[in-house]
C-alpha cells in the first residue's frame, strides 16, 4: 500500500503511517506544487492533504488506485467531493477536535476588532501614544449585545457557549434548529438585529458570497462581522465598502479571498478591517489533535475500517 502526507505531521503519526503503508511525504514550508502532487498520486492507495491542496477532478482521475484521502482540516471545500463520491474514494476530515480553539479565536477577533486593539498596539509601537484622551480610540461594546451566529453546527455552539458568558444574547441563523442556546431566525432578521455578526458556515454554493452588498447593508452601523469560516462566503469588494462608508464598524477576518490575501489589498489599508492569517485552529494541542485524528482517518480507510470522521458523501 501507498500513501503520501502533503505537509509535514509529527514524527509519531508518520511512523503510525509507515508502519501500515509505504510512506512519501512533502517537506517543504510551502504548499507541495501541483505537479509533485499530480505524479504522486497515480499509485497511492491513500493521502492525507490540508485544505491548500486542491483535489479535484483531475487529481481523482489521475489517482487509479486511491481509496482515502484524509484531510488534516474540518472544512473540505477544497476536495471535489462527488468527483471522490463517483469514484468511492471514502474522505475523512478532522472536526471536533478543533471546536473550542476556532472559537475561542472568534470571541478574540470579536474583541480586537469592537475594542480597536490592533489600532491601539500600532499607536503605541509607532511612538504616537499621547496624554490620556476621553474620547479617543472609543470601540463598540461587546458584553450585553445581541451576538448573530450564521451556522450554527459545533462551532457555532460553542460560540453561542462564550457568548452566554458575557451576557451576550444569541440569535443564529441555520438551515436546521441546531443551536444548543439562542433562537433561529430568517438571515436577513439576524443581520438588522444582531449587533455583531459571527460567520461559522461551511463553504458552499449556497454559502459563497452570502455576505454580499445586500446583506451588509442590513447590518448594524456599530456592528462588528467576523469571518472565521471560509473567505468566498464574503464579497470582499462589498465588505470594503461597507467598512470605508462606516455602515458596518468594522470586519475581523481570518479567512480571505485569496488566501494569502496579497500585501497590496487595499482592505489592509482600512484601520477598521482586522486580518489574521487563517490561524483559528493553530494553537499546538489542536494541531497536533488534527494531525492525529487525520492519520486515524487514513489508516482506517486504508484498513477498510471504520474512519472517526468519514464525510458521508
Ligand atoms: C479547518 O479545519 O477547516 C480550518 O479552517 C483550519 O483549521
Known amino acids: 500500500m501507498k500513501a503520501y502526507v502533503t505537509r509535514r505531521i ?6 503510525r503511517i509507515s508502519a501500515h503503508a509505504d510512506l512519501a511525504s512533502w517537506e ?3 504548499p507541495v506544487p501541483r505537479d509533485v502532487l499530480l505524479e504522486a498520486i497515480a499509485d497511492l492507495d491513500g493521502l492525507l492533504c490540508m485544505l491548500t491542496d486542491r483535489i479535484d477532478a483531475e487529481l481523482i482521475s489521475a489517482a487509479t488506485d486511491l481509496r482515502v484521502v484524509s484531510q488534516m482540516a474540518v472544512g473540505v471545500d477544497n476536495i471535489d467531493l462527488e468527483a471522490c463520491r463517483e469514484r ?3 474522505v475523512g476530515h478532522t472536526p471536533d477536535v478543533l471546536t ?6 472568534a470571541i478574540g477577533l470579536l474583541l480586537a476588532a469592537a475594542r480597536r486593539i490592533p489600532e491601539g498596539l500600532r499607536e503605541v509601537s509607532e511612538g504616537r501614544w499621547g496624554a490620556w484622551d476621553p474620547w479617543h480610540q472609543l470601540g463598540v ?3 450585553g449585545t445581541t451576538l448573530g451566529i450564521v451556522g450554527m453546527g459545533r462551532l457555532g455552539n460553542a460560540v453561542a457557549r ?9 440569535i443564529y441563523a441555520s438551515r436546521r434548529e441546531t443551536g444548543e442556546i439562542g433562537e433561529r431566525l430568517p438571515l436577513d432578521d439576524l443581520l438588522s438585529m444582531a449587533d455583531h ?3 461559522t458556515v461551511p463553504l458552499t454554493s449556497e454559502t459563497e458570497r452570502m455576505i454580499d452588498g445586500a446583506a451588509l447593508g442590513q447590518m448594524k452601523e456599530s456592528a462588528v462581522l467576523v469571518n472565521i469560516s471560509r473567505g468566498p462566503v464574503v464579497d470582499h469588494a462589498a465588505l470594503e465598502g461597507a467598512l470605508r462608508s462606516g455602515s458596518i464598524f468594522a470586519a475581523a477576518l481570518d479567512v480571505t479571498d485569496p488566501e494569502p490575501l496579497p500585501s497590496h489589498s487595499t482592505l489592509l489599508d482600512l484601520d477598521n478591517c482586522l486580518v489574521v492569517p487563517h490561524i483559528a485552529s493553530a494553537t499546538r494541542n489542536t494541531r497536533e489533535a488534527m494531525a492525529r485524528l487525520a492519520t486515524d482517518n487514513l489508516l482506517a480507510g486504508l484498513d477498510g475500517r471504520e474512519m472517526p470522521a468519514e464525510m458521508g458523501l
Not at 473550542?100 to 479565536?105: F, R, Y
Open 10 to 15: 509529527p514524527q509519531d503519526d508518520l511512523e
Open 28 to 30: 517543504g514550508d510551502e
Open 88 to 90: 468511492g474514494i471514502r
Open 100 to 105: 473550542e480553539a476556532v472559537a475561542d479565536h
Open 141 to 143: 461594546d461587546v458584553h
Open 162 to 170: 462564550r457568548a452566554r458568558g458575557f451576557g451576550m444574547t444569541v
Open 197 to 199: 455578526v459571527v460567520l
